[in-house]
């Protein structure tokens, strides 16, 4: 065989193990670009979910803060009524 007729078919064959080696380097690249988009976003929902977690609680406790504090206003509503009531009472005799 004539070096003019190996040379290229070596330089081909240069070029097409440069190129498989390139892509699957690209290849691992983008997959461990995708690992750490989707820790990322795993990591984002957790918080996310900590969170609302955390709003239920609090929303629960303001909650039952709000039925105390109706509970406490009908109880003086009542003692405000019987003290008028009272006063009333008074003043007619």
Not at 49 to 73: F, G, H, M
């Amino acid at each position: 065989m004539d070096v003019l007729t190996i040379l290229p078919i070596a330089i081909s064959a240069c070029a097409l193990i440069y190129a498989a080696l390139s892509f699957r380097r690209n290849a691992n690249h983008d997959t461990s670009d995708v690992a750490i988009q989707r820790a990322t976003i795993t990591a984002d929902i957790r918080y996310i979910r900590d969170s609302i977690d955390e709003i239920k609680l609090e929303n629960k406790s303001i909650q039952k803060e709000l039925a105390e504090l109706k509970t406490k206003v009908v109880e003086i509503e009542a003692s405000t009524k019987s003290a008028h009531k009272r006063l009333d009472d008074l003043k007619k005799g």
